[in-house]
């Protein structure tokens, strides 16, 4: 009989509230994996953060500069154009292949899903040179343009704002079409059917119903892919001529070219916050589990 | 075919079990409150009550899947309330019988004589022998999905068993099967406990199966035991109106005492009718109480039968149960009266609309102070 | 999943539109990777499409170039140890975070996250400014660790969510039996969620595997990852070597794919039996 039990108070303290006595030694498995990312993701950031605000010298001009000078605003403002663009770009190419991977079955769906998922699978590296190769002076395109005789000379095709555009669309692509087939592949077609039994056509039911039942899928895909457009680098770097500069492509320069680590830093920490506040809106808007569920 | 003739038994036994003061609070709630409970070596044990009685907590703490806020566990006299579940030496069915998936049967059944480091040799004839005594022999190699409920439950059991732990706890392992496996499987668990000679403690909600199994049962409500006695005296001479409400069916009827002496007491109920009762329980008039009369102790009597307690009323339904009915009366008096008759089909069965008299004995009536109860 | 019946089926037209439209989409996803293969083979200097003769030159050329093979080492080194140590904390974690509830999980699970989410070259120039103060620019050991915050969300959220279908109780189970923590989690656990381990660990290899930007920064110039070999390799000389070595990255790709598929299957089937075997 230990008396320091029995005497033991029948209400629960806050913290054993908070941290019920059957779960506390599972927490310890967290450890690990939270201070690895403290050491070596959260304090780098940290620390460009602060380096932000002080190299070379303390205070937020690097901020100011972004701010008001004319050629940095312009860079922001196109590579969130160029992120736009490619966005809507995948959707409108991407909803009608998760539209048909949601309605086949069986072999079909399997290759499909094959032919959607093995570029998503291959090495951005890869991609990007394809298109090289595509639209150079020698390749695909321009030799059969010439061939069709409908040039005499190559085009100037790679090295432009049209192919950083297509080429990002071709890697963003899967990145669109999966979230967008997921959310697809719960829709009950008992919802659709009884749209159908309510009088309304094919086209209206799909206009009134199936489409918003989509929206969640459509706007997780969405996000993401103008997230990771946002921070593109490789391939406007390799496409993109010298008048296509993306944000990561600055931040790059600033840093390999010319050692401006506190700019740098500051074109960095804008972008970081920048696509946090994307993040935070469009929880806002939709609710974050249908996201996480997209991502899935 | 006794587990101490088998050569390698390790000659164990049920122990005794004893909780003292336990209780559990979660945030929002108190689940079990200042429990105190023994139990016998060898004994079953039963906890009865409704959903959210505490019962199924009372049994993960035993388990040690939950931390009490109070109090003390002995097993064998032993405390093992600080001790982790996989040092309490308990066996634990569970309702959904947790079978390991990615094992075999055999390999089910193993597993807690390999957590113990036996010998191979030893494992192979334990399991064996479990696999008989629930008449599974030849399915070792079988993986749990390809067996049927029954069988399921059978192996979850065996695999709880084969250690032969001091105690064995079993939180409703028999509510998934359908009634003639679950009443088959009733008996087994008891022949399985007898020849075993083990601890158990059992969980349920469903009396029925708590008075066929038990030798004694206790019936918890809100956290608190009510009563832990066997279970015809449970049944016989409830001691709260919880546990004259939960076992069986009861005519529930409040009224004060008129007048008691040592070997008789009279209650008026509130409508006027007046219950004669032998076992007073030392109140006195003035009194408020509750009456429970349960239906199948009240006959319907004959025109010149006579009974310690007559009552006339009108039958308002008749509703048929196949091995009896089930009979609504209105009293003369008001009340409305339940009376369970065995369904004999000779044509005297009372029927809707009809006048008839009622009669029960003295020893039919229970008595319990008037309290703000259920 | 429906039937198919269930949906009632377009008619001809809309269903030559979608079909046709889909068609053209997938041609554009698959076209650029496949052209990539025909050239690794051919025998001019030339990025020539189609190409004129067939070779295996460029193929030897990768085998002998030391610094293509090195580069090739040096990203497999990195990629299995980077996977590695992600598999370990993020199964880890993700058990931590089954099943329990504590003030701020959501911003802890956030946090164990965002790596997915923050844009790569902020993170690539944090981890060289940390890095070349601490003289890890160039390490393996950098790398490693680097690639490891990569892929630690994959893992984390492979093994959540395998997890999740995983019935709590057959760990009680376990433990009831006389199973220490550690022994549960090895006969029981483990070999349960093991399919979604797998899964998070191929996911994780291929964050390592193709990572660019981070390599730029940090992998140094003699140590190169095979990414940044090949980055160099198209900013300046374009020479049909980074066929060769893109059509066996394609390759690569292909049974990664294949492997996870069908994990994917496996785990479904289990998880299928074990449902069944509720009762």
């Known amino acids: 009989m230990t008396g320091r039990d029995l005497a033991a108070p029948m209400v629960l303290s806050s913290w054993e509230r908070r941290f019920p006595a059957e779960g506390r030694a599972r927490l310890l498995l967290l450890l690990p994996a939270l201070g690895f990312l403290l050491l070596v993701f959260a304090y780098p950031l940290w620390s460009i953060v602060v380096r932000s605000v002080t190299d070379p010298q303390p205070g937020f001009g690097h901020y100011v500069q972004i701010a008001t000078v004319d050629v940095y605003l312009r860079v922001f403002s196109s590579t969130f154009s160029l992120a736009l663009t490619v966005t809507l770009a995948t959707f409108v190419l991407g909803y009608p292949v998760a539209y048909a991977l949601a309605r086949s079955r069986g072999l079909l769906q399997a290759i499909l899903v094959m032919l959607v998922l093995l570029p998503f699978w291959t090495s951005l590296l890869v991609r990007t040179y394809a298109w090289m190769v595509i639209l150079g002076r020698y390749g695909v395109v321009n030799k059969t343009l010439m061939a069709l005789g409908l040039t005499d000379e190559p085009i100037r095709l790679l090295h432009t704002g049209l192919a950083t555009h297509i080429g990002m669309v071709h890697i963003l692509l899967p990145f669109m079409i999966l979230p967008i087939w997921s959310v697809m592949a719960r829709i009950d077609p008992a919802l659709l059917m009884a749209a159908r039994s309510l009088g309304a056509s094919q086209l209206s039911a799909f206009v009134r119903v199936y489409f918003p039942l989509t929206l969640p899928g459509v706007l997780a895909g969405g996000l993401f892919v103008f997230i990771l457009a946002l921070g593109f680098y490789i391939t406007p770097a390799l496409l993109g001529g010298p008048s296509d500069l993306t944000i990561s492509m600055l931040i790059a320069q600033q840093v390999s070219e010319l050692l401006a680590w506190g700019f740098a830093s500051a074109l960095a920490v804008t972008l970081l916050v920048v696509t946090l506040v994307v993040i935070l809106l469009a929880g806002r808007l939709l609710g974050t589990e249908k996201i996480w569920e997209g991502l899935k | 075919m006794a587990a101490a003739e088998l050569p390698t038994a390790l000659g164990r036994r049920g122990a005794p079990v004893r909780l003292e003061g336990l209780s559990k609070v979660f945030a929002d709630a108190v689940a079990v409150a200042d429990l105190s409970l023994e139990v016998g070596a060898g004994e079953f044990l039963t906890l009865l009550g409704p959903s959210g009685s505490g019962k199924s907590t009372t049994l993960l703490m035993i388990a040690g899947f939950l931390v009490p806020t109070r109090g003390e566990i002995f097993i064998g006299g032993v405390p093992i309330t600080r001790k982790p579940p996989h040092e309490r030496d308990i066996g634990v069915v569970f309702q959904s019988y947790a079978l390991f998936p990615h094992l075999t049967v055999f390999d089910n059944v193993a597993f807690p004589l390999k957590m113990r480091n036996l010998p191979a040799a030893q494992i192979a004839q334990r399991v064996a022998y479990a696999l008989d005594l629930i008449r599974l022999e030849g399915l070792g190699r079988r993986y749990p999905h390809q067996l049927s409920g029954g069988q399921q439950q059978r192996v979850a059991l065996a695999r709880a068993m084969v250690f032969e732990p001091p105690l064995l706890l079993m939180d409703e392992p028999l509510g998934a099967l359908d009634r003639k496996l679950r009443e088959a499987m009733q008996l087994e668990l008891k022949r399985l406990q007898r020849t075993l000679s083990l601890t158990v403690i059992y969980v349920t909600h469903d009396q029925e199966e708590a008075l066929t199994m038990s030798d004694r049962v206790a019936v918890m409500n809100r956290g608190r035991i009510e009563q832990v006695a066997s279970p015809e005296e449970i049944y016989e001479r409830p001691r709260t109106p919880f546990v004259a409400d939960f076992l069986g069916e009861s005519n529930s009827l409040g009224g004060t005492i008129a007048r008691a002496d040592a070997s008789r007491f009279v209650v008026r109920t509130s409508a006027g009718l007046e219950v004669v009762g032998c076992e007073g329980h030392g109140m006195t008039e003035g009194h408020e109480v509750n009456l429970a009369i349960r239906p199948e102790q009240i006959v319907f009597l004959g025109p010149d039968e006579r009974s310690d307690n007559v009552a006339e009323g009108v039958v308002e339904d008749a509703v048929y149960l196949g091995e009896a009915v089930r009979y609504l009366v209105r009293l003369k008096s008001g009340e409305l009266l339940c009376v369970k008759r065995q369904n004999r089909r000779d044509g005297t069965d009372p029927k809707a609309g009809q006048p008839v008299r009622l009669g029960w004995s003295t020893d039919a009536v229970i008595l319990h102070p008037a309290r703000q109860q259920q | ?279």
């Open chain 3, 1 to 279: 999943m429906s039937a198919d019946r269930e949906w009632e089926s377009l008619g001809r037209l809309p269903q030559l539109l979608l079909y046709g439209a889909c068609g053209l989409v997938l041609l554009f996803l698959m076209a650029p990777i496949f052209i990539v293969i025909p050239i690794s083979f051919s025998d001019s200097l030339y990025l020539d499409f189609p190409p004129r003769g067939f070779s295996l030159q460029w193929y030897r050329r990768f085998l002998d170039s030391e610094e293509w093979t090195a580069a090739f080492w040096t990203s497999l080194q990195a990629g299995i140890l980077a996977t590695l140590l992600a598999c370990a904390l993020g199964t880890a974690a993700a058990l931590g975070l089954a099943r329990s509830r504590f003030p701020g999980k959501t911003l802890v699970v956030g946090f164990l996250v965002s790596p997915m989410i923050v844009p790569v070259i902020v993170l690539a120039i944090a981890l060289y400014a940390v890095y070349a103060k601490m003289k890890l620019v160039g390490s393996l050991f950098g790398l490693v660790l680097a690639h490891a915050a990569l892929g630690l969300p994959f893992v984390i959220v492979t093994v959540s969510a395998t997890l999740q279908r995983v019935d709590e109780r057959l760990e009680h189970a376990a433990l009831s039996l006389g199973a220490t923590p550690l022994k549960a989690f090895r006969h029981v656990l483990f070999p349960l969620i093991r399919p979604g381990m797998i899964a998070g660990a191929v996911f994780a290899f291929i964050a390592s595997w193709d990572d660019v930007v981070i390599a730029l920064f940090i992998s140094g110039t003699r140590s190169a990852t095979l990414p940044k070999r090949m980055w160099e390799g198209l900013r300046s000389e374009i020479d049909p070597t980074i066929a060769a070595v893109s059509t066996l990255l394609v390759a690569l790709s292909v049974a990664l794919m294949l492997v996870v598929e069908l994990l994917r299957r496996r785990s479904a089937r289990l998880a299928a039996s074990a449902q069944y075997a509720e009762g």
